[in-house]
């Protein structure tokens, strides 16, 4: 129970804390003022609102030491909690202790991280994992958390800009997905890049789920997304989708066509993982198995490579910049191959005003009579695999599927009431088979518009049975289907 003590002049409320401990707080001119302070301590340890006064006072250093080990997440989410924590956090604010953050320094610190060259998101995650760590010490040791950024704060017309900018090129209709699935095939030389785009738009799954998609999970006119390979640190090692999600997605005729075929190409399904030295962390590495969609040469796809240098050149018609002395350069093409033509190893661009003198040696394009150069115009500018899953919602939207199929295939949670007595039928899941099978059609029919030919066989055949004026026909023969 709180009392107050008279110590000299002055009177300090003492009181028990959550464990037990006395606490006190010193510095009251009277007994009443004294004995209210610890009252209302009691209070708010009962109210699960109390603070505790030393708890404050330690570093952010020694909270986090406390923090991080107990935390439950995929390893590749604590890999990138470390990374910032060692990087850009405890450098910083280390030192100081928990009472002494204010949002204002905070602030101030994201911006010089932008400022030290670092890119806009990097700061953004940085502050993210300070702000999840700070969480966790409200209301123990903080009444508040001092990173979390709160709404209405910044300059309004950038976020405005910026949101209107994101929704502009965020998803792909399915003409777009179509063309960038095309291209990206051509790029790699691989059937089986036409696929996994393809399948990336027409199911909503995530880069991840895609990766780590066996074979025997495949089914007519369903697809089992129960499983990701996460990559961390150039391996990858398998686990549960985000969040949990598992779930069953319908998916179209065309694509289950598609993917039959893809399976009994002969191309390789068994990854070449090795078992390796235990690290220590207990995490499920990747020692080899069957997966739907592997590399030639049996190895995961990296998703920095494929985004470097086949997705990105896909959809923006330039490879990105790797470096200083390695500026962006548009993908240029010999078009009198089939559409979209044969990808040429790249150049620099042509500056307007200057003498362009082509790039000599080993490696270099030979430009000929007979070359018909050209170069791709861009699809949709910074579209991503990811964006793709955002396509698929929005068709959803457009074809009016109800938003709990909706939720079921993008493998999120209906909240509420409306979660639990809400149900997925078999024909919604007709319903979104039809949708996206018309979907396909008429985007093949646009595509036909272009040329009737096309450098991936698999587009090949579908646009050569494509009947003038009718509904584009199944991907494959009917002995395939």
């Given at each position: 129970?709180?009392?107050?003590?008279k110590?000299?002049?002055?009177?300090r409320?003492?009181?028990?804390?959550?464990?037990?401990?006395?606490?006190?707080?010193?510095?009251?001119?009277?007994?009443?003022?004294?004995?209210?302070?610890?009252?209302?301590?009691?209070?708010?340890?009962?109210?699960?609102?109390?603070?505790?006064?030393?708890?404050?006072?330690?570093?952010?250093?020694?909270?986090?030491?406390?923090?991080?080990?107990?935390?439950?997440?995929?390893?590749?989410?604590?890999?990138?909690?470390?990374?910032?924590?060692?990087?850009?956090?405890?450098?910083?604010?280390?030192?100081?202790?928990?009472?002494?953050?204010?949002?204002?320094?905070?602030?101030?610190?994201?911006?010089?991280?932008?400022?030290?060259?670092?890119?806009?998101?990097t700061?953004t995650?940085?502050r993210?994992?300070?702000?999840?760590?700070?969480?966790?010490?409200?209301?123990?040791?903080?009444?508040?958390?001092?990173?979390?950024?709160?709404?209405?704060?910044?300059?309004?017309?950038?976020?405005?800009?910026?949101?209107?900018?994101?929704?502009?090129?965020?998803?792909?209709?399915p003409?777009q997905?179509?063309?960038?699935?095309?291209?990206?095939?051509t790029?790699?030389?691989?059937?089986?890049?036409?696929?996994?785009?393809?399948?990336?738009?027409?199911?909503?799954?995530?880069?991840?789920?895609?990766?780590?998609?066996?074979?025997?999970?495949?089914?007519?006119?369903a697809?089992?997304?129960?499983?990701?390979?996460?990559?961390?640190?150039?391996?990858?090692?398998?686990?549960?989708?985000?969040?949990?999600?598992?779930?069953?997605?319908?998916?179209?005729?065309?694509?289950?066509?598609?993917?039959?075929?893809?399976?009994?190409?002969?191309?390789?399904?068994?990854?070449?993982?090795?078992?390796?030295?235990?690290?220590?962390?207990?995490?499920?590495?990747?020692?080899?198995?069957?997966?739907?969609?592997?590399?030639?040469?049996?190895?995961?796809?990296?998703?920095?490579?494929?985004?470097?240098?086949?997705?990105?050149?896909?959809?923006?018609?330039?490879?990105?910049?790797?470096?200083?002395?390695?500026?962006?350069?548009?993908?240029?093409?010999?078009?009198?191959?089939?559409?979209?033509?044969?990808?040429?190893?790249?150049?620099?661009?042509?500056?307007?005003?200057?003498?362009?003198?082509?790039?000599?040696?080993?490696?270099?394009?030979?430009?000929?009579d007979?070359?018909?150069?050209?170069?791709?115009?861009?699809?949709?500018?910074?579209?991503?695999?990811?964006?793709?899953?955002?396509?698929?919602?929005?068709w959803?939207?457009?074809?009016?599927?109800?938003?709990v199929?909706?939720?079921?295939?993008?493998?999120?949670?209906?909240?509420?009431?409306?979660?639990?007595?809400?149900?997925?039928?078999?024909?919604m899941?007709?319903?979104?088979?039809?949708?996206?099978?018309?979907?396909?059609?008429?985007?093949?029919?646009?595509?036909?518009?272009?040329?009737?030919?096309?450098?991936?066989?698999?587009?090949?055949?579908?646009?050569?049975?494509?009947?003038?004026?009718?509904?584009?026909?199944?991907?494959?023969?009917?002995?395939?289907?």
């Open positions: 129970m709180a009392y107050a003590e110590r000299g002049n002055l009177y409320a003492r009181w028990r804390g959550p464990d037990g401990s006395l606490e006190s707080q010193p510095g009251f001119t009277s007994e009443k003022a004294a004995l209210k302070y610890g009252r209302d301590q009691e209070a708010a340890i009962r109210a699960q609102r109390y603070v505790d006064p030393r708890g404050a006072r330690m570093t952010l250093t020694d909270w986090v030491n406390r923090w991080f080990p107990a935390l439950d997440l995929e390893p590749n989410t604590l890999d990138n909690y470390r990374y910032h924590f060692e990087v850009f956090i405890l450098p910083t604010f280390g030192k100081d202790p928990l009472m002494d953050l204010t949002e204002q320094a905070i602030s101030k610190w994201e911006q010089s991280i932008v400022a030290a060259g670092f890119g806009k998101k700061a995650n940085a993210g994992a300070l702000s999840a760590a700070l969480s966790d010490t409200v209301p123990r040791y903080l009444t508040l958390n001092p990173a979390a950024k709160k709404k209405g704060k910044g300059r309004k017309g950038k976020s405005r800009i910026e949101r209107v900018e994101k929704d502009a090129k965020v998803w792909a209709t003409l997905a179509l063309l960038i699935a095309e291209r990206a095939a790029i790699s030389g691989l059937d089986a890049m036409f696929t996994a785009v393809i399948t990336l738009a027409y199911t909503g799954c995530r880069w991840g789920e895609m990766l780590g998609l066996p074979p025997d999970l495949i089914h007519s006119g697809i089992d997304l129960h499983w990701k390979l996460y990559e961390l640190n150039g391996r990858f090692y398998r686990g549960r989708p985000k969040d949990g999600s598992m779930r069953t997605v319908a998916t179209p005729p065309f694509l289950n066509g598609l993917l039959r075929h893809h399976l009994a190409s002969g191309i390789p399904l068994k990854c070449t993982c090795l078992p390796r030295a235990d690290d220590g962390r207990r995490i499920p590495w990747c020692t080899g198995g069957e997966y739907a969609f592997v590399t030639a040469e049996g190895a995961h796809y990296r998703r920095s490579n494929v985004s470097e240098r086949i997705f990105r050149p896909a959809a923006d018609g330039w490879y990105p910049q790797r470096a200083p002395r390695r500026p962006r350069m548009p993908v240029l093409v010999d078009h009198q191959f089939p559409w979209p033509g044969k990808p040429l190893p790249a150049w620099p661009a042509a500056v307007p005003g200057e003498q362009y003198e082509p790039p000599q040696g080993r490696g270099r394009p030979r430009v000929t007979e070359t018909r150069l050209a170069s791709w115009l861009p699809v949709l500018l910074d579209l991503t695999p990811h964006g793709l899953r955002h396509g698929y919602q929005t959803m939207d457009e074809d009016g599927i109800p938003y199929a909706q939720s079921r295939q993008m493998g999120h949670e209906v909240p509420g009431m409306r979660g639990i007595y809400s149900h997925v039928t078999d024909r899941l007709d319903e979104i088979r039809g949708a996206l099978q018309r979907r396909w059609e008429e985007s093949l029919r646009a595509r036909a518009a272009l040329s009737l030919t096309s450098a991936v066989p698999v587009l090949a055949a579908a646009l050569k049975a494509l009947p003038k004026g009718a509904s584009a026909p199944n991907l494959l023969p009917e002995s395939d289907r």
